[in-house]
């Protein structure tokens, strides 16, 4: 019998975070919950704890550590706060793979002090490689620990590349496009965010569904695809591909292309990747190719249009501490637009402003990043007021 998996969930409260804790649930046999994290939600975080028992909990909102402690306090639950806690548990030698699933620039030090710490990564938050994926990739290496993707599209990318020793010549990056695909400028000037969380296929939560919406999203995964699978930006084409069914694939040099298809069903790439290198059966839904309405269709992104896309691979070309800079002026500008404070496309106007105003470091250190982050946050703060 496979030994049973002991995992990590960073961000076990959010979306990537209870669909892990339903994989787990669905596969007792091969995996437990180690050790569960969350920002605030310390009611759901209880619920979870209590349902599957792990080692321990950290609570990042530390306002919230006696709640979390009195509510648990019947239970052999160590229950930790702050996000410090949240790096320093990591380091449990209980724990086989971190299920990193926490929401922007805040997974990437918890996330590179699990692979120092021997820790496999189930990698969901794509903000890590975006803001320092030279420095993470080169952790991961160093510290012989594999990082096996959970995005959808990485997953896809990852099991075409399976078994294969041939080049890549380019790799196939799809999108749904979002809810504002085929929208002009004019009419995207006065979307509500109402409207740009109502995302067609995914259900997300709510950074990653306004990222989709303005196809920023696709911008960060191009980069977290970049560091990955180790190819230029250059070697990336991004296919909008309305349906959701064929989730990425890749172009070799004789020509063959192969693609990994599926329902859009997060379960499946999490549960590929905490079970790899075994495909474990589920009970999942199935692709019907009878019933799809349409058929598969697919289309070029409209980059004068959606510029976070155009905006994000230029950040890549740049390098150094430019994408690092990007990633913290958009987590500015959604957090903006989601408070009515700033309108859609002026989320690229402040991204661009927040790039070119971020000093540039050309080969940062983690120091330099971290500092790198708090920089373009405080350039992109101040400048969101004139919006």
């Not at 006696?66 to 790096?87: C, E, M, N």
């Not at 990564?121 to 490689?129: G, H, R, S, W, Y």
């Not at 069914?245 to 192969?258: C, N, P, Y």
């Amino acid at each position: 019998m496979d030994k049973i998996r002991h995992i990590a969930i960073l961000g076990s409260t959010g979306s990537i975070g209870t669909q892990t804790l339903d994989v787990i649930e669905r596969n007792p046999q091969r995996f437990a919950a180690e050790v569960l994290t969350a920002g605030s939600n310390w009611e759901l975080l209880v619920q979870q704890a209590v349902k599957f028992q792990p080692n321990a909990v950290v609570i990042a909102d530390e306002t919230k550590y006696a709640q979390t402690r009195d509510a648990l306090k019947d239970y052999p639950i160590k229950v930790f706060a702050g996000t410090d806690a949240i790096s320093q548990v990591m380091e449990f030698e209980s724990i086989d793979i971190v299920v990193a699933a926490l929401v922007g620039y805040a997974g990437l030090l918890p996330t590179i002090n699990a692979i120092r710490h021997g820790k496999a990564i189930a990698l969901a938050n794509k903000e890590t490689l975006v803001a320092a994926g030279s420095i993470v990739t080169a952790e991961a290496v160093k510290n012989r620990v594999p990082i096996l993707p959970v995005d959808s599209e990485h997953s896809a990318i990852f099991q075409s590349l399976i078994g294969e020793q041939g080049d890549i010549e380019k790799i196939l990056l799809t999108a749904s496009g979002g809810p504002f695909r085929g929208m002009s400028k004019e009419n995207l000037s006065t979307v509500t965010k109402e409207a740009a969380l109502h995302h067609p296929n995914w259900n997300m939560g709510a950074k990653v569904t306004i990222d989709s919406a303005s196809m920023m999203n696709k911008g960060l995964e191009t980069i977290e695809a970049m560091h990955l699978f180790q190819v230029p930006i250059d070697k990336i084409e991004v296919l909008i591909h309305p349906q959701s069914i064929i989730h990425s694939g890749v172009q070799f040099v004789d020509g063959s292309v192969k693609v990994q298809m599926g329902m859009p069903d997060m379960r499946l790439p999490i549960q590929f990747a905490i079970g790899y290198p075994d495909r474990l059966a589920s009970d999942f839904p199935r692709v019907d190719f009878f019933s799809l309405p349409h058929g598969l269709t697919f289309e070029k992104p409209d980059l004068q249009t959606f510029r976070n896309l155009a905006i994000a691979m230029d950040s890549a070309r740049k390098g150094g501490n430019a994408p690092c800079a990007m990633n913290a002026a958009n987590e500015v500008a959604v957090k903006r637009f989601l408070q009515d404070k700033i309108g859609f496309l002026q989320m690229s106007d402040l991204i661009e402003d927040v790039i070119a105003k971020t000093p540039f470091v050309a080969s940062p250190t983690l120091d330099d990043i971290i500092e790198t982050h708090k920089e373009a946050t405080k350039i992109a703060e101040a400048s969101a007021e004139n919006y």
